[in-house]
Each structure stands twice: as structure tokens, then as C-alpha cells.
């Protein structure tokens, strides 16, 4: 991306649950162009047992990286943020933040679940929300606020993505795709379900009308202008990484994707949601996308599993050894990778090999691989029974495409092709909704021609490996 070509620039911040990103993009000619300007680590901090985000860190690394990026040569007229989905900032009456922000990984869902679920059965919930039961949704943390009094004091309730916006323009938005992530979110109206609100008293001034991506939020603050250098106006892209991810697949609507990163998530774009029991008892979720659509998806646990055993080992090895010693190693074992205990294990080596026993670092990493391409097959025989389609090819894009030995492994799985790429995808689908809203793009048919054009995306067949 030449710092002296014409265009104009779009910032996309994309925050994950181990790192953050500030990626710059434009358009030249018929293709996206984009270059990393900044990067920082992100991750959990234990306070005496407590899991809770940094987001004040965070704020400041969003606010390093905005001025990184002019100080490379590149001023951005737009910017949006994404994160993670279910985590979020109360706010008191004087905008201040209320406590400490908890982490997804806390246990405090996981504890008030059988209680929520008495307030209302899990099945009115996916009646009403089509969202699949996870401990961590933000529904359940919710409760647990209500039950701590925490919420008491709350005026505000804002997403991660929506309080950083707020900290970065003074505007207060709460965006669709995240929104739905809460368990909250009616599947029909498209809107704060207030049967869910009342039954778990949660104040509705807490929850405002809901906004599709692409809507502006506001300018950036004169102080903050002042500290970066420029000013620049923030939109909202699908707040939700996973959402933003899902727009840089380069596919027909309703064909199957499988987002890969520290999770994985694998569904295909469907026009309503399915609500059904069946659907429920296979755990999938229908989560906001693009004009009130529904990625109807299963989240599955996925590279978090390689991610916590390489720090665990002090970072001693690099992903692309893991990768190697793994395909020396080969092991029929494997485990389930939907099991708990994965979640947020004192110690993510000793939590595997309590599944496939001592069996070496390389076979570890291989059972590894070759349970989440297992899991990934699985969820692909549901979605094609829920679906009543058959796919012929499996789209997968994110960080995991990196990943040639995993990639392989799930179109072995799924007995199907595998289209792998864009790797940055979630930057990609943030960066084109923002050029969608300021009609630079069409629409997403024709964003995802451009990203066909512009990205490398490889074809595997399964029979060919």
C-alpha cells in the first residue's frame, strides 16, 4: 500500500481476545489494499481469582495505534472498531465506568446458570433469542450482576466495541450484530426481547434502539483529535469480530463458512432464524448479521487450544513448529473439543492430556488439530441436516487458514472441498462495511468480488490430499 497513492483511507481497530490490530485499507482500482500499522498483546488478568479486560490499556492502545497510523503516513477519514462478542462495560450516571469489566472466561456465568434458568427456562430463552447456551452469554452475566447488586447503580450499558466508541466520540450506540451475542435480542422483532428484560429485571434504560452496521456513530473527540493528529469520523462495521469476519467470505450467501481464530465458528447465512428444537439440541446459534439475516452458526472452541499450550510452554515454540512437529507425530487420538474443562483450565496441557493421557508435545498438538477439524465435521453434518441442504465446499477464513495441517485435516473430515482465505478476514469485513457505508462500495456482493481479487484464497479437495 504506497503512502503517496490517491483514496480514500479507512482504519479498521480489530481487538481479539489475545491481540489487537490497527489495519489501514483503501481502495486502488478494482482491488482492497490494506497494511497493519500497529499491533499490541490482549489477554485476561487474574485478580484473586477474577478474570477481567484491561479496557483501559485497551483504550489507550486503540488511541496509540490511531496516531501510529498518521505518523506512517496514512490519515484515516473513518475508522470502526470490533471485538469479541458477550463482554461489556456499566456505566454510572456520571459516564464513569462501574467497577471492573469481567472477562467472557469468569466463572460467574457458569455459577448463576441453573438459577437463570429457573427465571426462564432455557428453551423460552432459544424460543425467543435462537442463541445457543454458552456460561459465558452476556445474559447470564447479567443475572449475575443483578444478584451481586451490581446493576443497581448502572445508567448505561454499552458492548465492548460500543463503550470504546463511546470513550472515542461521547456517543452512546448499541450496534445489531454484538447485541444479538447478549442472549437478549427477540429473533423476530429484532429487538431487546422485553420478556426477557422484565423476567430478569434488568432496566430497560439500559437498552436503546439498535443500530445496522454501517451507521455513523460520531466525530472523533477535539481532545483525542488533538493527541493523534487528525480527526476522522468512526462507523460502525459488524461490531462483532466474528460478524465483521463473515463479510470478507468470499461466497454466495448461504453457503457454509467456518471462521477460524481463537474460536471457530462454522454456519451458514440464513434469511430467519431457526428456533426449533432441533436446533437447539445440536446448540446452534443464530446471531445478527447484515440487513436483519442470521449467521446461523456453532461456536466451537479452536485455536485457543494451541494458543494456551504454546504460553504455557513459554512460548518456546512458534506456530509454524507446532505445525511440524505435529505432522511428524501422527496419533489417533483425539477428545472432545466442546468439553468444559477447556475453557479457561489452570492449565490447558494438563486439561488435554486428562482426555488422550502423556503421549508427547508432538502427537499433543496433532490430537489437537485433529479433534477440532473432528469437531468442525460434526458441526458440518448438523448444519446440513438443520439446514436440509447439502454443501458442496466448506469456506474458511481467519488466522486458522495459516494453518495448512488443520486446513487439510477438516476437508479430510467433511469429505469436502475447502476454500480457505482471506487470513486477516475480520479487518477485510470491517474495512468494506465501512466503504459500503460511504457508498465507495456497491454493496457486499460487490465488496466480496473485490476481496476475490485482491486476497489469495486456495482450493482443497479432500480427495486430492
Known amino acids: 500500500m504506497s503512502e503517496k497513492s490517491n483514496g480514500t483511507i479507512y482504519l479498521s481497530i480489530d481487538i481479539g481476545a489475545s491481540s489487537g490490530r490497527h489495519i489501514v485499507s483503501r481502495l486502488e482500482g478494482d482491488k482492497l489494499v490494506q497494511k497493519e500499522v500497529y499491533r499490541f498483546p490482549n489477554g485476561a488478568e487474574n485478580r484473586g481469582g477474577r478474570l477481567y479486560w484491561r ?6 492502545e486503540i488511541v496509540r495505534g490511531l496516531k501510529e497510523a498518521k505518523e506512517q503516513g496514512y490519515t484515516p477519514s473513518y475508522v470502526g472498531i470490533d471485538t469479541w462478542a458477550v463482554d461489556y ?11 471492573s469489566v469481567f472477562s467472557y472466561r469468569d466463572e ?28 459465558f452469554n452476556t445474559l447470564y452475566q447479567l443475572a449475575d450482576d443483578v444478584e451481586t447488586g451490581r446493576i443497581k447503580d448502572a445508567e448505561s450499558f454499552l458492548m465492548l466495541p460500543d463503550y470504546f466508541n463511546f470513550l472515542l466520540t461521547g456517543v452512546k450506540r448499541q450496534e445489531y450484530t454484538n447485541a444479538t451475542s447478549t442472549g437478549m435480542v427477540n429473533a423476530k422483532s429484532h429487538v431487546w426481547d422485553e420478556q426477557i428484560l422484565s423476567s430478569f429485571s434488568l432496566p430497560k434504560r439500559l437498552f436503546s434502539s439498535l443500530s445496522q452496521p454501517g451507521a455513523v456513530v460520531g466525530e472523533i473527540k477535539s481532545e483525542i483529535a488533538r ?14 469480530d466474528t460478524a465483521s469476519a463473515y463479510l470478507s467470505c468470499p461466497a454466495k450467501r448461504g453457503d457454509p463458512y467456518l471462521s477460524s481464530g481463537t474460536w471457530s465458528l462454522l454456519g451458514a447465512e440464513e434469511p430467519a432464524a431457526h428456533t426449533d428444537e432441533r436446533a437447539m439440541r445440536f446448540n446452534y446459534s443464530n446471531e445478527g448479521s447484515l440487513d436483519y439475516t442470521f449467521r446461523f452458526q456453532k461456536n466451537i472452541i479452536g485455536l485457543w487450544l494451541i494458543q494456551q499450550v504454546k504460553k504455557e510452554l513459554g512460548d518456546a515454540y512458534s506456530f509454524a513448529e507446532i505445525v511440524k512437529m505435529a505432522k511428524e507425530n501422527p496419533t489417533d487420538r483425539v477428545f472432545d473439543v466442546a468439553d468444559e474443562i477447556f475453557l479457561a483450565p489452570e492449565s490447558m496441557i494438563r486439561a488435554v492430556e486428562s482426555r488422550i493421557g502423556k503421549i ?26 438443520l439446514t436440509g441442504r447439502r454443501f458442496d465446499a466448506l469456506h474458511v477464513i481467519g488466522g486458522g487458514v495459516k494453518n495448512e495441517l488443520l486446513t487439510e485435516m477438516t476437508a479430510k473430515a467433511i469429505g469436502r472441498k475447502v476454500v480457505s482465505g482471506p487470513v486477516e478476514a475480520t479487518a477485510i469485513g470491517n474495512a468494506v462495511m465501512q466503504m459500503i457505508a460511504t457508498g465507495e462500495i456497491e454493496d457486499l456482493a460487490a465488496a466480496r468480488k473485490i476481496i476475490q481479487k485482491s486476497f489469495e484464497i486456495k482450493e482443497i479437495c479432500y480427495d486430492e490430499i
Open 55 to 60: 479496557v483501559d490499556s485497551l483504550f489507550s
Open 89 to 99: 462495560a456499566l456505566l454510572d450516571k456520571n459516564d464513569s465506568l462501574l467497577g
Open 108 to 135: 460467574r456465568g457458569a455459577r448463576i446458570k441453573e438459577k437463570a434458568h429457573s427465571i426462564l427456562p432455557f428453551s423460552e430463552l432459544y424460543r425467543r433469542t435462537g442463541i445457543q447456551y454458552a456460561p
Open 227 to 240: 493527541e493523534i493528529g487528525y480527526s476522522a469520523t468512526v462507523l460502525l462495521p459488524a461490531t462483532h
Open 360 to 385: 508427547g508435545l508432538g502427537a499433543t498438538f496433532y490430537s489437537i488439530f485433529a479433534s477440532l477439524a473432528q469437531g468442525y465435521a460434526k458441526a458440518f453434518a448438523e448444519l446440513e441436516s
